[in-house]
């Protein structure tokens, strides 16, 4: 019994994170969207990895990198040089499947506090970083 009721609340935790994970998300997405910007493609999985949000800026491709934490500092500070990279790889997947490889693109990171869904959207967050 008490096996099950530890299972029980690791999967309760988890259907919590993973909600709040969708709320922060969808506050980032509704973020964009009120900058006039169109949300293309959510939770975009390709095989190098996943990018949470691809949006229309204008005529510009958006990469987007959704960081939930307790505070807005420490969500900005998540998207970390690994976190870069795999963006940047991702996005670069995404291009070619897309047929984008010419078109303009930049990252942006919002960040999002996760009691209050308050966020804060970096434009041009970072360069495409290079593999090594």
């Known amino acids: 019994m008490a096996g099950q009721d530890k ?6 935790l988890g259907q919590r994170r993973l909600r709040l994970a ?3 998300e ?9 900058a006039g910007m169109r949300v293309l493609d959510r939770n975009a999985r390709l095989t190098s990895g996943e990018i949470d949000l691809v949006a229309l800026d204008g005529e510009e491709l958006v990469f987007v990198e959704v960081k939930l934490r307790a505070d807005l500092d420490s969500a900005l500070a998540a998207v970390d040089q690994r ?16 047929h984008g490889l ?3 693109a930049r990252f942006d990171v919002v960040a999002v506090e996760g009691g209050s869904l308050e966020c804060v959207h970096v434009v ?5 970083a290079p593999e090594d």
């Open 83 to 98: 976190k870069r990279k795999q963006v940047s790889r991702v996005a670069v997947e995404w291009l070619a499947r897309h």
């Open 102 to 104: 010419d078109r303009a």
């Open 124 to 128: 041009d967050a970072f360069d495409c």
């Open 26 to 34: 969808d506050a980032a997405a509704e973020c964009l969207e009120r």
């Open 7 to 12: 299972r029980q609340k690791a999967e309760s």
């Open 22 to 24: 969708r709320a922060g």
